[in-house]
């Protein structure tokens, strides 16, 4: 066993990169919940935007428009359930559950032709002096582009629900629609545009997956992410900045047992993979006492009785 | 093996579906159709994509005296033995069956169709009809293990694993073995990455071994993410795994253990047209063509490639074998004897590291 | 301008009436996949909907229809309890694995020993084993009012650790060569879930099955407890009025749905799966979700919907060996069948209507 050989600097630059699929993903999710609308298709709409990204870099040779290309395919995607949830009034759980099976197959039947190829590669920012700063370095200043849009992304969602009139009426429509819709909000207009934000980041967070952190296609291969990005909202009750330290955690506890595994330390691999949801649990629990829960109308069915 | 009474008492549907297939048979008496069933998607770039190719390779040599038929990404477990049923009652003459969850399904379609024949891959259990295959993917490991001891300027080599059984803790040893003898100082650094297949995570596994030191990559799971942490990271060496990842060539990816079904599946099938085949437990390895090594790259200095080349044609004449005594288990015990090779027994079920690794297989 | 009005009453017609114009779009819009593959859409459909019921080899299909589809209709029941009560377990492939361990286990601690009251004992544990995971989002919400959508979603991943776990170790089995998964109990012949009547895919899960539907059916329909759930769905402020403990409700239906769905995973485990192995979770805890509502959340819905579920895996399977069609054309077909069933309910509860809303 030899813990010096783990660099803590090198550790947290990791877990940063380890945690971004999920944070994009995440912080798509809490908007969408945040809206009163609970997708569980994260997964589906995540691996859509990972071939989408994937062929779309492919075809163009820039990276830049994958990820373009993948907003817009989960964004698609999203809308098929949106017009599920919003229009045909159908339930979201099983709305959800049943995108995330559709897109597990269209993603399969989209990359048949890109097994084997290699994506163009994304750059590392690198900017001669403050990169090369000890410690500080890199990690702040080490990183792909997309980090550091997640972590912006994180700001920009905070801002808006705290300081914008737009994010006031979609934290009102999450909270309770009848009375939003008595003010002459557009309920229905407000969640499906949640929903298509939701199903754009998840598509960002699986291209990331498929374009910078693996780079690759395969089958299934954003493994699960999806499921941790819904439990990430949770964990962060709702919170965007939470929502960042979660992913950071999240993403921590992979790449911390995989360290400490090469380091020699014979550690229960599978009970430290499950602590992340036991936390989670854990958390929900202690929140639950305090009254900052969960949007009030979280996966209700709005239908405006006229 | 301990017979099952009970599974005698489905006799009714058995007799069924003989006649069935035996019908089918007669209207298509010259065509063999061989079936396939796969654990994963053919676009898993790995295990499934490779025997997907061997498929292909089948159709391809004997073109239009068979039809294969595959069905993809078959739970282990009662949905296996509903899609080998299906594909022997649609008058496959052949099954392979290539996961080593498939072993009870297919020994109890197999008792259902004792015309049929099924070749299991990398089991234990056979029947009349059913036999078994697997490659000797040590000797592979043997060669790498080899060139990484060479290679290694860290004396680091690291290694990831999916899941501690027999098979990947061969693979280990063998490259263990054969790092040390070239290289005393080496030590390797073992990951588990508890996962058939989660590229994201192998990207994470090769990542933490490069941060701890490691210049060398050996991976026991089949995605390329591994390559892309090495290439990103500069001076380090991989092998492709599964298949040849040659996008990732000459560095850093050297060279490769290739899955390579394709004459295996060939000659079963041949033997099966021609009324020869017998139920057999075959283990090949270099010799007979089912592990391939891919080309090793300029990248490798040339004593060191004609070195490796060496051992691989040694292995692959059966001059030598990869565990060739003298050698100590983990905890100082004597395994083998100065110029005893291991039985396959010991190797099929080994679940003990060489001496001179560190750390525990996790339990 | 299209709108939509809420009926007074649920169509009888229309919840009738919908199932089949889901189906009857989903052959248009499948049909068209499959063409645009390259196959020819109507031997496709032909392939997936009427060979595995009425074609050559129909006799192994229709009992295999049974197998697959039980465990589904089984967890299916027991969770269509919650949902009609607004209470929502999604954890129920976490039940499933836990009550497979459970079950198994409890069989395995007597190996080789055989005795009739093994089995038996196996579905208590089963049962148990699931019941007790439901109890931890169920006590924690009644005790700290934590939200059961997610705690139970949570469990999920921490049961499929524990499989892991426990197929690496504890119940490995001794002369399995080091691979992972325990012995397989259907060679285990006083732990074997085996069919009760040979030939006819009719195990004690099928049985077990059918009579929680019979038992879903009189419960929501002709007792105060099934009414007590309906009414807390429908008004939970009246059914406070009514009586209605809301605590005791929650335990009630997160319980039931954990033992099914344990029970599920204890007859798949010792009958058709045989083993415990790291990846013996197929998601039927997932998709029984979605059966449940494709069943609209009635008890002889779910009968059908699983049933439905089911023909389209066999069918699909049938379709990729002998057509060559990819898994992926499908799972994208599946999906299809549930979007169009999840669109078209909206007729039931309400009616469409033509033409722009006359200004107030």
């Known amino acids: ?10 550790l947290i630059a990791s877990l940063m990169v380890a945690a971004t699929p999920i944070l994009l993903a995440g912080i798509g999710e809490l908007v969408t919940e945040r809206a009163g609308v609970l997708n569980l298709g994260v997964e589906g709409m995540m691996i859509t935007g990972a071939i989408c990204g994937f062929a779309a870099a492919v075809i163009t040779g820039s990276p830049l428009l994958g990820f373009v290309a993948a907003a817009l395919g989960g964004a698609m995607l999203s809308l098929l359930f949106a017009f599920l949830t919003q229009y045909a009034l159908a339930n979201q759980v099983a709305s959800g559950l049943a995108l995330t099976l559709f897109g597990l197959g269209l993603s399969a039947l989209l990359g048949q032709g890109y097994v084997g190829i290699k994506p163009p590669a994304t750059p590392r920012i690198d900017i001669p002096f403050l990169t090369d700063l000890p410690v500080v370095g890199r990690i702040l200043f080490g990183h792909d582009l997309m980090v550091y849009f997640g972590i912006a992304l994180v700001a920009a969602v905070w801002a808006f629900l705290r300081y914008s009139r737009a994010g006031l009426i979609l934290r009102a429509v999450g909270e309770s629609h009848d009375a939003a819709h008595a003010l002459g909000y557009k309920v229905r207009r407000v969640r499906v545009l949640a929903i298509m934000f939701g199903g754009a980041c998840a598509g960002l967070g699986g291209a990331y997956v498929s374009l910078i952190r693996v780079p690759q296609w395969t089958e299934g291969m954003t493994a699960g992410a999806g499921w941790i990005a819904l439990a990430l909202v949770v964990f962060a009750s709702w919170k965007p900045w939470r929502v960042l330290l979660g992913a950071y955690l999240f993403g921590g506890v992979t790449v911390l047992q995989l360290n400490l595994q090469a380091a020699g330390l014979a550690i229960p691999v599978e009970y430290l993979s499950m602590s992340p949801y036991l936390i989670t649990i854990l958390v929900l629990v202690i929140m639950s006492a305090d009254k900052s829960r969960a949007p009030a109308a979280l996966g209700r069915i709005f239908h405006a009785a006229q | 093996m301990k017979m099952n009474k009970r599974s005698f008492l489905a006799g009714t549907a058995a007799t069924l579906a003989l006649v069935a297939s035996g019908a089918m048979a007669a209207s298509h008496a010259e065509k063999l159709k061989v079936g396939f069933v796969y654990v994963g998607p053919i676009g898993d770039g790995g ?24 069905v993809e990404s078959v739970p282990e477990g009662p949905d296996a033995e509903r899609v080998m049923t299906q594909m022997a009652l649609g008058g496959a003459k052949l099954i392979f069956t290539t996961s080593f969850g498939y072993m009870d399904p297919t020994i109890n379609v197999a008792k259902k169709f004792p015309d049929v024949k099924f070749e299991h891959a990398t089991g234990y259990k056979t029947a009349p009809n059913v036999g078994t295959y697997s490659a000797r993917f040590y000797e592979g490991r043997a060669v790498q293990g080899t060139i990484a001891g060479r290679l290694t300027k860290s004396n680091v080599v690291g290694y990831i694993g999916s899941y501690p059984i027999p098979e990947v803790i061969r693979g280990i040893n063998s490259a263990y073995i054969h790092a040390k003898k070239v290289n005393p100082d080496v030590t390797f650094k073992i990951v588990w990455a508890f996962t058939w297949f989660d590229p994201a995570k192998e990207a994470d596994a090769a990542k933490v071994l490069i941060e701890q030191g490691a210049d060398v990559i050996l991976q026991h799971t089949d995605s390329t993410a591994p390559q892309a942490a090495a290439e990103a990271a500069g001076n380090v060496y991989t092998f492709g795994q599964a298949s040849d990842m040659a996008e990732f060539a000459p560095k850093p990816r050297v060279s490769s253990i290739i ?22 437990m075959t283990w090949d390895g270099i010799g007979a063509g089912m592990v391939g090594i891919g080309e090793i790259t300029d990248a490798v200095p040339a004593d060191v490639k004609a070195e490796a080349l060496a051992l691989k044609d040694s292995i692959a004449s059966g001059a030598y074998h990869p565990f060739t005594g003298p050698l100590k288990k983990q905890d100082g015990s004597d395994w083998l004897a100065a110029g005893e090779t291991a039985d396959d027994g010991t190797l099929a079920g080994m679940n003990f590291y060489v001496e001179g690794i560190e750390g525990s297989i996790p339990q | 301008m299209l709108r939509l009005e809420k009926r007074r009453q649920p169509s009888r017609g229309w919840a009738w009436a919908t199932p089949l114009l889901a189906v009857l779009a989903t052959l248009v819009f499948g049909g068209l996949l499959f063409a645009a593959l390259g196959k020819d859409p109507l031997v496709a459909l032909q392939t997936i909907f009427y060979d595995p019921l009425l074609g050559e080899h129909a006799f192994f299909y229709r009992p295999q229809l049974l197998v697959k589809a039980a ?8 969770l269509s309890l919650g949902f009609r009560a607004g209470i929502w377990n999604i954890g129920a492939e976490g039940q499933y694995i836990i009550g497979a361990i459970c079950g198994a286990g409890c069989g395995l601690a007597f190996y080789p020993m055989e005795g009739w009251f093994i089995f038996p004992l196996m579905v208590i544990c089963g049962a148990l084993g699931g019941f007790l995971w439901a109890m ?27 499989l ?22 259907q060679q285990y012949d006083s732990a074997h879930n085996a069919e009760i009547f040979a030939g006819t895919g009719m195990h004690w899960g099928v049985a ?51 033992a099914l769905a344990g029970l599920a995973g204890l007859f798949e485990v010792s009958g058709p799966a045989g083993q415990v192995s790291i990846d013996f979770n197929a998601g039927y805890g997932f998709t029984a ?4 509502f494709l069943g609209r959340l009635h008890p002889v819905g779910i009968l059908l919907a699983g049933l439905l579920m089911a023909l389209t895996y066999i069918g699909g399977e049938i379709a990729q060996s002998t057509l060559g069609l990819p898994a992926a054309a499908i799972q994208v077909f599946q999906g299809m069948l549930l979007f169009f069933l999840l669109a078209v309910d909206v007729l039931t509860n309400y009616r469409l209507r033509f033409g722009g809303r006359v200004k107030a």
């Not at chain 3, 776990?165 to 691979?179: D, I, T």
């Not at chain 3, 009579?211 to 002709?222: D, M, S």
Request: with cysteine; glycine share 10%; net charge neutral.
């Open chain 3, 289 to 292: 979700i979605i059966v449940a």
């Open chain 3, 71 to 78: 465990p589904l209709i089984l967890i299916a029941t027991g």
């Open chain 3, 164 to 185: 892991a776990s426990v197929s690496l170790g504890l119940l490995k089995n001794p002369q399995g060569f080091g691979f992972p998964g325990s012995r397989n109990l």
């Open chain 3, 136 to 162: 931890i989002p169920a006590l924690l919400k009644v005790r700290f009012g934590t939200n059961e959508i997610l705690v139970s979603l949570m469990l999920v991943y921490v049961a499929e650790q524990l």
């Open chain 2, 259 to 280: 899955d390579n079904w394709g004459p295996y599946y060939i000659k079963q099938t041949k033997a099966v047209m021609d009324g020869t085949w017998v139920s057999e």
């Open chain 3, 208 to 258: 077990t099955a059918l009579i929680a539907v019979i038992f879903g059916y009189i419960l929501l329909n002709r007792h105060l407890l099934g009414f007590h759930i309906r009414l807390t769905g429908e008004a939970p402020r009246a059914a406070r009025f009514a009586g209605v403990i809301p605590a005791r409700l929650v335990v009630f239906c997160l319980g039931v749905g954990g």
């Open chain 2, 47 to 70: 295990w499934t994509h490779e025997h997907d190719k061997g498929r292909q390779a089948v159709e391809a040599e004997f073109g239009d005296a068979v039809e294969t038929v595959f």
């Open chain 1, 1 to 10: 066993m030899d813990l010096s050989a783990i660099n803590p600097v090198l």
